[in-house]
Every structure is written in structure tokens, then in C-alpha cells.
């Protein structure tokens, strides 16, 4: 167990000293210690993880430790007891402080399921290539669980006899005859192969068409090795068995893009839904909801950075990266303390570009590390809500969303709608894939060997994005997605390219009943007296449509 437990440790780049090796080994619990070196990666920037530090971080690091079993239990009261210290690990206790009337009596728990962190290192060829084979090994499992593919064969087995049978590939190549036909050519861990979609097959060729370069998709096909015929196609795909919620009426809000430091920063508005978390110009209703908000959802962009684009400095109001995140800060020590802050990376934060992003760290947002509520993760991480005693709480996927605006321009039925004033549509396309980012040189990542971090491995509750700068609600197979405004108006590129922000609309979700409320702090000079939300009622329908209401009296 020791080795297993310090391979975990230097794969990631972290080292471990004697007493904390010894301890993990005894607990014998590979998910807490990867548990640990997420915590710590985005709460110190040491790299040798010693008893001391996890005894100076013991208040973030105590939710990691609730669900274990008693024997467990004992062994991490004993193991921090001999530094004086007492972990509350009886999690009834912990879930009564925030159960109760008094919600400013503790955070809710938050668990991070996922928030990797590449380290830098020199990147090789065989690097890209274990990527792609774990991400091809991983959704190759996923559809080959699909019934519909009978007689599943490797490429390197099809004769040279015709007939039927189903393979699962990645799609290298893409092109369109002169008979309008669509060529593939795909290949698995054993060879390649060209397919053949028929125009003539409709159905099947309107699924080919949306078909994206390193695409892993099973195919059902008759024909040999020179040549087969497609005769239809399936994706890994979401499908969410088991719906989650919380077992009180409790709410999550989804922001993001919040652009501080542009001139564009919609300020005056921002300040105005500050104020309402607060309390401030809310009717009796109002403020019972406001009583029930445990979560603060941040999805990326929430300065406008520093040299994100040339000539950006002539659009920036704070042209110093460090006192963008200051004023950031400023403004979340203002939400209110009972309410936990959970806040990814975009592609304007102080991180690198390159995906996965890790959480924004102290060399600028030092002052963000200072709020006792508020939770850093990379950009994408899997975090959970509302768990329980034996249950499983709300699992949200976060993910800032710069592939979508490829993802765009390569499938043609989100071109012709001009998706990018519908982001909840494209996020369909990433959980039918399983990835966030399925095609190379579309996006900047940094490849891990061990696995693919893009990859959707466990299917989420909630897919909660941005980027787009526009609010969306939908559903797709049980995941609800929810696309987040921004603070930020109409910047000169937009106008270019004709993307048409709508910022100031606040997703409300209940994590009880699954319901939306859409507030507008568009307009600062309208009161919130009047009934600006509309409710959406999540059910099973995949389309969720909302209104976002001015005033009840209009």
C-alpha cells in the first residue's frame, strides 16, 4: 500500500514526508489520498505534503474525512489527537450545524470529486499517444456496453469475405466525395480502416455530418477489409440512471464571466446582485429564498486577465492582474459567510491557457486564498453538493467551455443556428461524446498519460458553464445544463463577430425540486420589488424553456 500510495503522490508532483506515508498507508484509502493532493494543490503551493501542512489546513481539509467508516474514524482522531488537534469526523454533527434555521452557522459541505492538476514537465510524443489511448480504452468501454453492436470485431480481424459486423474506432480523417458521400477513416489499437456513409441513408448520414475529427464512435457496418459500409453509428453518450437532490430546500446560483478590470464591467449591476445575496431591495419572498442559498457557483473569466489579446491594455480599467483578483475579492468577502463559493479558471484568470487549468493561485489571487468560503478548483472539476449519510450528493460539473466556440464551426446544425446564443445546445454535444474537448488542435491542453482529464468519466447532475456570455437552460438524458450570463457588456470583438451578450440574468437552482429561477439585475435602475423570476419546473422534458420577467405588472 505504501508504494501505491507514494506512486499517487509523485505522479501528480508531490512528495510525502515519513509520518504522512505511514499514516495513508495504515488508512489504506487511495480516494482519500487523492482527495488530499487536490486540496492541497489548490489551497498551497508546496510540494512536499508533511504533517504540519495538513494540520495548518485542517478546516479545509475536514469534509474529506466524513464519509469514512468508524475504524477510519478512529485512526485520523488518534493520528491528529498527537498534535493537538481534534477532527469533528462525526459527520451528524457536522450536517446538524448546517441543517439548522441558522444556515450562518457553518458552510455547507463541499466535495471535490475531481480537480486535476498537470504538472509541468517537458511533453513527448509517447505523452499524446498514452492520452489517446487511455481516452480510446475508456469510451471504447463505454460503447461496447451498447447491445446494439452484435458480432464486435478489432479492425486487424475483418477478412476479406463480405459481412456483418460493428467496430469501435477514432476518427483520423473526414471527407466528402463527389457523390456527396462521407469517407471515414477510423482506427483502434489494432489498425485502420475507411468507411463509407451513404448520402442516401438520411439518417444515418445527418448523424456522420455532425461527426467530429478524434471522435470515438462504434459503428455497425457490413462490408470487408477493403472497404465497409456504415449502417449506423453510436456515440458513448450520457445517460444520467439515478436523479440526486437535496433532502431540504436548499438553492445553488450560477454566475460566471464576471470580467473585473474591463471597461466593460458592468459594475453598478454586479454590486446590485451582491446586494440582493445580501438582502438589499428584496420583497418578504425574496428573502426567505435568500435564506436557503448555500452555494455560489463561479464558472471562469472573473477578471478580464492581462495580455489575453493584443492592444487589450486599451480596454482595461485595472491594467495589474494582481489587483483585478483584489477587487474580486473584495467583493465575494461580501457574500454573505454561510454561503460556500465554488470558483473555476477561464481562459482570462491568471492560469495558464493550456486545459485542464489549475485552481487560480496565491502568485495572483492571494487575496482570493484569504476567504475562509470559497472553494478554488481547475478548470473543468467535479464537485459534490448536499451529500448525506450513504447518499450521494449533487455532482456539478464545471467547465468554463472554450471549446464550444470549435465545436460550432465544425458541426453545421449549431452553425445554422448561430449556437453561440444557444451554449446549452453545444454542452449536448460534449455529454454525447463524453469529452469536453474531443478534437486535437482545436483546443490548448497538456496531455497526462495516466488519463484523459477532458473526459466526462462520471456522469454529472449538473453541467454548469460559460463563456458564452448568454443564460441557457436544458436538459439532455437526465443532466440538467446550465449556461451562465456575464457582468460584462457588448465588447468590440462580440460586435465584430456578431455575438450578442445577455448579461445580468442569475440562474437560481432548488436542490431540492430541481426548479429554476432566472433573477435580471440587468437594469440598475428597476427595483427587484416586483416578481423579476420566472420559475421553470425541471422535470423530465428535455427542453427547458424560460422567460426572464421585467415586472409581474407589465
Not at 468507411?195 to 478524434?214: G, H, P, R, T, V
Not at 472553494?375 to 473543468?380: D, Q
Request: net charge negative; hydrophobic share 40%; glycine share 6%.
Amino acid at each position: 500500500m505504501a508504494q501505491n500510495i507514494l506512486k499517487l503522490f509523485l505522479e501528480r508532483g508531490f512528495l510525502l514526508d515519513k509520518e504522512m506515508l505511514d499514516f495513508l498507508s495504515e488508512l489504506k484509502d487511495e480516494e482519500i489520498a487523492n482527495e488530499i493532493i487536490n486540496k492541497i494543490a489548490i489551497i498551497s503551493k508546496q510540494k512536499l505534503i508533511t504533517k504540519n501542512l495538513v494540520n495548518q489546513n485542517i478546516d479545509k481539509l475536514r469534509p474529506i474525512f466524513f464519509d469514512l467508516d468508524s475504524e477510519k474514524k478512529k485512526l485520523i482522531e488518534k493520528f491528529f489527537i498527537n498534535v493537538s488537534i481534534s477532527v469533528e469526523v462525526h459527520k451528524e454533527t457536522f450536517y446538524e450545524a448546517n441543517t439548522s434555521d441558522n444556515l450562518e452557522a457553518k458552510n455547507p459541505p463541499v466535495k471535490i470529486i475531481s480537480s486535476p492538476i498537470i504538472s509541468s514537465k517537458k511533453i513527448e510524443v509517447k505523452d499524446f499517444v498514452r492520452h489517446f489511448r487511455n481516452r480510446f480504452v475508456f469510451l471504447k468501454g463505454l460503447i461496447q456496453q451498447k447491445t446494439e453492436l452484435e458480432n464486435l470485431t478489432s479492425i486487424d480481424k475483418i477478412g476479406k469475405n463480405h459481412r456483418n459486423f460493428s467496430i469501435i474506432g477514432i476518427v483520423t480523417s473526414k471527407s466528402i466525395t463527389k457523390n456527396k458521400n462521407i469517407i471515414l477513416e477510423v482506427e483502434d489499437l489494432t489498425d485502420r480502416i475507411k468507411l463509407l456513409i451513404n448520402q442516401s441513408k438520411e439518417e444515418i448520414f445527418e448523424k456522420a455530418k455532425e461527426i467530429l475529427l478524434d471522435d470515438v464512435i462504434g459503428f455497425k457496418c457490413s462490408g470487408s477489409k477493403e472497404f465497409l459500409f456504415v449502417n449506423d453509428i453510436f456515440y458513448p453518450d450520457c445517460f444520467l440512471k439515478e436523479k440526486h437532490k437535496s433532502e431540504k430546500e436548499t438553492y445553488a446560483v450560477f454566475t460566471s464571466d464576471i470580467h473585473i478590470g474591463s471597461v466593460n464591467f458592468l459594475q453598478r449591476n454586479f454590486e446590485k446582485f451582491i446586494g440582493w445575496l445580501n438582502g438589499e431591495d428584496c420583497n418578504p419572498a425574496q428573502k426567505e429564498l435568500l435564506k436557503k442559498i448555500k452555494y455560489l457557483f463561479i464558472v471562469g473569466d472573473s477578471v478580464d486577465g492581462v495580455g489575453i489579446y493584443p492592444g487589450q491594455e486599451k480596454f482595461l480599467t485595472i491594467k495589474d492582474m494582481k489587483k483585478q483578483y483584489d477587487v474580486l475579492a473584495e467583493y465575494l468577502k461580501k457574500v454573505p459567510s454561510h454561503i460556500s463559493i465554488i470558483l473555476c479558471p477561464g481562459q482570462h484568470d491568471g492560469v495558464r491557457v493550456a486545459e485542464p487549468q489549475p485552481p487560480i493561485g496565491e502568485d495572483f489571487g492571494e487575496a482570493l486564498h484569504k476567504i475562509p468560503n470559497l472553494f478554488l478548483v481547475s478548470n473543468p472539476s467535479m464537485v459534490e453538493i448536499e451529500g448525506g449519510e450513504g447518499r450521494q450528493g449533487i455532482r456539478v460539473l464545471m467547465y468554463h467551455g472554450a471549446s464550444m466556440h470549435p465545436i460550432i464551426n465544425e458541426i453545421e446544425e449549431l452553425r445554422l443556428i448561430n449556437a453561440h446564443q444557444y451554449p446549452a445546445r453545444v454542452v449536448k454535444h460534449l455529454l454525447l461524446r463524453r469529452h469536453l474537448a474531443p478534437t486535437h488542435g482545436e483546443m490548448v491542453y497538456i496531455p497526462d498519460e495516466n488519463e484523459d482529464s477532458m473526459l466526462i468519466k462520471e456522469i454529472p447532475d449538473v453541467v454548469a458553464t460559460g463563456d458564452l456570455h448568454k443564460p441557457d437552460i436544458d436538459k439532455y438524458n437526465g443532466t440538467l445544463i446550465i449556461a451562465s450570463s456575464c457582468w460584462q457588456s457588448i465588447t468590440p470583438f462580440e460586435e465584430k463577430v456578431g455575438n450578442k451578450p445577455d448579461p445580468g440574468k442569475v440562474p437560481v437552482l432548488n436542490l431540492q425540486t430541481g426548479a429554476i429561477k432566472i433573477i435580471d439585475f440587468s437594469d440598475v435602475d428597476e427595483d427587484l420589488e416586483g416578481d423579476k423570476i420566472k420559475e421553470i419546473e425541471n422535470n423530465d422534458s428535455n427542453n427547458i424553456l424560460y422567460e426572464v420577467k421585467k415586472d409581474a405588472g407589465q
